[in-house]
Each structure stands twice: as C-alpha cells, then as structure tokens.
C-alpha cells in the first residue's frame, strides 16, 4: 500500500500563494489517481481537485477553478498544489489521497474513492 506525506502549508496573506506537496512511497505511484481534498473547522471533508493516473486529466471544484493547479510527476513519485489568489475561506486542513484504479485517464471527486490519506498540512489565510 501507499504511503503519503504533505508538506506546504502554513499562513499566508490573501492573495498570496502557496504550493503544497505530497510524496508517494510504498507503491508504484502511477497507478494511483491522486486526490487533494481539504477540511475547515465544522465542516465535512470536500474535494478539491484530482489528477489522472498518467496526469492527463484534472478536475476541479468550482470555488477553486483558475486559482489552483494540480500536477503530478510520476518519477518523483509527488503530486502537487499550486494555490494562487488564496482567499480567507480557502483556510483548511489540506490532505492528499491516493485512488488505486485500474482507469488511467480519469480519477474520482468522490472523497469515498480515496483509499490512502496522507496526514494533513494546515492552510492558514489571513484578510
């Protein structure tokens, strides 16, 4: 099975930027999809963005769309979190996943999919 770490986070202004990493050990990474899914104080666990098993395919949620990317490089079994124009609501506890699927050019927004969770890295953005 998969092991995962994060690291990145920390506090950061509005509008500022962050990039958040998460390495993969234990298992031949490109067969995972990769998830990044985060949680604010009170509120349920939500999805964030995914990246194919090859990284030809992203998705996104809606109140993250063209401010953040998701990349993924397989050789150095990592995927990443390139979060721009942070905004105060963006604040959470930021987790990477991993989805051990047979289906190469799709991954799942379903938190439900993601078998192996990494431990967490907290984002902080202050107004």
């Known amino acids: 099975q998969v092991q995962l770490v994060e690291s990145g986070g920390g506090l950061v202004q509005a509008g500022g930027s962050l990039r958040l990493s998460c390495a993969a050990s234990?298992?031949?990474?490109?067969?995972?999809?990769m998830g990044w899914f985060r949680q604010a104080p009170g509120k349920e666990r939500e999805f964030v963005a995914a990246?194919?098993?090859?990284?030809?395919?992203?998705y996104y949620a809606e109140s993250v769309k063209g401010r953040f990317t998701i990349s993924r490089d397989n050789a150095k079994n990592t995927v990443y979190l390139q979060m721009n124009s942070l905004k105060p609501e963006d604040t959470a506890v930021y987790y990477c996943?991993?989805?051990?699927?047979?289906?190469?050019?799709?991954?799942?927004?379903?938190?439900?999919?993601?078998?192996?969770w990494g431990q967490g890295t907290q984002v902080t953005v202050s107004a």
């Open positions: 996943a991993a989805d051990r699927t047979t289906y190469i050019f799709t991954a799942s927004k379903d938190v439900r999919s993601y078998d192996y």
């Open positions: 990246i194919s098993r090859g990284g030809s395919t992203t």
């Open positions: 234990g298992d031949t990474f490109s067969l995972y999809a």
